[in-house]
């Protein structure tokens, strides 16, 4: 039933898929946590014609699934656009904008959390607009969302054997090359899982103490 | 109204209903699974506690569509058995966000006051006379949000159920688009227009549900 045989055989190859799986979660992280903020902005603005579009555009990507958005960057962006990106490409980007909706909600909270005093010292200090976000309320507000972002990147990394559909291949496409050549698909499988488990619940547990540090630093300050 | 396609609508809608069937037959599993662990995860005996606890890092910590593989294609052989893709796909939807589940619903109980359980053992209450009357419907209220994002997770994520050939919105989708490679974008636009009613559906349902445990509440 499980041979350990075919299982040496099989590993070094899923081993090498990690970089690839772990490449396009970091890199759409990167585009997430760039487009995040824009957004939560845009859908603070108080001009209507600026948030009302942003917040519509983000809730229908919310609320519509991964897989379909990379379907429709891989055949409809060349066809209708002439837009050609590469299948690894086109994950990252799909990723980035799918998770950038959730990023902002991240930003938003932590902006949110700012004490009003924060607000109203930078008025009279005389802070303008771009001074107070950026010397106030952005030093303040990002820092306590570290652990939150934290979970998203573990999360857009289980993500990642969905882009195995846009044929990058990453370790569940592996996995199923590697099946599909033997017929063999407990071990391919059990040991992607094993992998992901491996990489993802130690990473949570180090989000979970970076969480319980802020909190005790954030009990100090609150306490002084 | 040519620019609208919507002639594409029909098969679209075929695929569309197994989509929301198997949606519907999720949540309900899912939700079973999340009280069930949520509860386990609480309880103070280690036999159960901790297989719950393993339960919920398991599917915590890998890919929902590793574990849809996984119990498509490796489950049978391991188990010898014959596995339709609609048990698979409702199995792996309805475990994966029963884990995520049972977190919400360990939250929203340890988030009743503690004087609850005190008065309701005041009141000679037997242990599951605390939990049905006390503090389960006081918990449920709390866990409705947290239930109403999941829910609209696991529609996104039934969506993954088309790679492993369930006829569902997404693989009518496909095929169609095999037909008529010409209209690949409005074929698109209305699968992921059909999406988001449906999440706007869902979130209505949860909306509906909060109203309703509120009423009496300030």
Known sequence: MWKWEYVEKILPKLLEAIPVAAGAALAGFALAVLLGLPIALARRSRNRWLSAPVAAAAEFVRSTPLLVQLFVLVFVLPQSFGIRLSPFWAGVLGLGIHYSTYLSEVYRSGIEAVPKGQWEAAIALNFGKWRTWSRIVLPQSVPPTLPVMGNYLITMFKETPTLSAITVVELLMTAKIAGSASFRYVEAFTLVGLIFLLLSYPSALLVRMLEKRLQRREGRIGSR | ?218
């Open chain 2, 1 to 218: 109204m040519d620019g609208l396609h919507l002639e594409l609508l029909p098969p679209l809608l075929k695929g569309f209903k197994t989509t929301l069937m198997l949606t519907a037959l999720s949540i309900v599993a899912a939700l079973a699974f999340a009280m069930l662990a949520g509860l386990a995860r609480m309880s103070r005996r280690v036999w159960l506690r901790w297989p719950a606890a393993a339960y919920v890092e398991v599917f915590r910590g890998t890919s929902l569509l590793v574990q849809l593989f996984w119990i498509y294609f490796a489950l049978p052989m391991l188990l010898d058995i014959q596995l339709s893709a609609m048990t698979a796909a409702v199995l792996a939807l309805s475990l994966n966000y029963g884990a995520y589940g049972s977190e919400v619903v360990r939250s929203s109980i340890s988030a009743v006051p503690k004087g609850q359980t005190e008065a309701a053992i005041a009141l000679n209450m037997t242990p599951s006379q605390r939990l049905r009357l006390i503090i389960l419907p006081q918990a449920w209220r709390m866990m409705l949000p947290g239930f109403g994002n999941l829910q609209i997770e696991l529609l996104k994520g039934t969506s993954l159920v088309y790679l492993i050939t369930l006829a569902d919105v997404t693989y009518q989708a496909m095929m169609l688009r095999t037909y008529d490679l010409s209209s690949t974008a409005a074929i698109f636009v209305w699968l992921l227009v059909l999406y988001f009613a449906a999440a706007c559906a869902l979130t209505l349902l949860v909306r509906l549900a909060e109203r309703r445990a509120a009423a009496g509440r300030s």
